[in-house]
């Protein structure tokens, strides 16, 4: 967190005690709230999505994901990751039809395949499921692209000299 101070200037003080102020400058955006949706990163429904439906007390809030297969229940924060997304009409313990529609309505499925974060989690995904013979695969096709490059290079350097 940013904090920086900044100098009043004030007729009634002198020059040798100006007050003081601080001034929050937060860059921090993603809040717990009614309608934020998160990603949930433990227990059967790892790596789906699921909506802040109703904030329980500061270590757990009550999440639904009526699109993701995601039960509406109670989840720890710990366990949750905050996504950029939010559906800003979401009352606060909104029912799973409401929360099916706004979830549909804002295209947040649609917006979170498309974002980086969820590539490179598939990604992953699919090395950590690779069997023996793809990552044998992976690997002739990474010999074969370096025999090109160099090929290329050698080719390159002749017609430079």
Do not use: C
Not at 64 to 86: E, H, K
């Amino acid at each position: 967190m940013d904090i920086f101070v900044e100098y009043i200037k004030d007729s009634s003080l002198d020059q040798s005690r100006q007050a003081k102020r601080t001034v929050d400058q937060s860059t921090f955006k993603r809040f717990v709230e009614v309608g934020r949706v998160v990603l949930v990163n433990d227990g059967p429904s790892a790596g789906n999505l699921a909506v802040i439906v109703e904030i329980i007390d500061h270590n757990r809030a009550l999440i639904d994901g009526p699109t993701t297969s995601v039960p509406r229940q109670q989840f720890p924060y710990r366990n949750l990751i905050l996504t950029p997304y939010t559906l800003a009409s979401l009352p606060r313990g909104a029912g799973n039809g409401a929360v099916k529609k706004a979830f549909e309505k804002a295209g947040v499925l649609e917006k979170w395949q498309s974002s980086g974060w969820a590539k490179k989690l598939a990604a992953r995904q699919q090395r950590k499921n690779a069997s023996d013979f793809d990552r044998f695969q992976i690997q002739l096709s990474k010999k074969a692209r370096r025999e090109e490059v160099r090929k290329a290079y050698v080719k390159e350097k002749k017609a430079s000299a």
